[in-house]
């Protein structure tokens, strides 16, 4: 089994800053893809960025230039850096773990709410 501890979200203004963290602990496989995804209200959940275990990196159109996904494999922690926040970028962050080549391995953790007033 694997668990996701999600840190970091919070209330803040349009064009400021938050850091996420998502922590993994259990059976790590070590090739895996780690990445982030948001819900806001009324949508469905969306991919914001993902990472490889050998660091290649995929973004939402919406986020390029403004979110930095980072990982630490040796801490099996995923990080997600977001500047120049906007209203829109309102949701629960989830973080995810998963492997490339094996459906069934798929973790979730629990979200953590960012919200971004304007």
């Known amino acids: 089994q694997v668990q996701l501890v999600e840190s970091g979200g919070g209330l803040v203004q349009a064009g400021e800053s938050l850091r996420l963290s998502c922590a993994a602990s259990g059976s790590i496989f070590r090739i895996n893809v780690m990445g982030w995804y948001r819900q806001a209200p009324g949508k469905e959940r969306e991919l914001v960025a993902a990472?490889?275990?050998?660091?290649?990196?995929n973004y939402a159109d919406s986020v390029k230039g403004r979110f930095t996904i980072s990982r630490d494999n040796a801490k099996n922690t995923v990080y997600l850096q977001m500047s120049s926040l906007k209203p829109e970028d309102t949701a629960v962050y989830y973080c995810n773990l998963r492997s490339a080549s094996w459906s069934g391995y798929d973790y979730w953790g629990q979200g953590t709410q960012v919200t971004v007033s304007s």
């Open positions: 990472i490889t275990s050998g660091a290649g990196t």
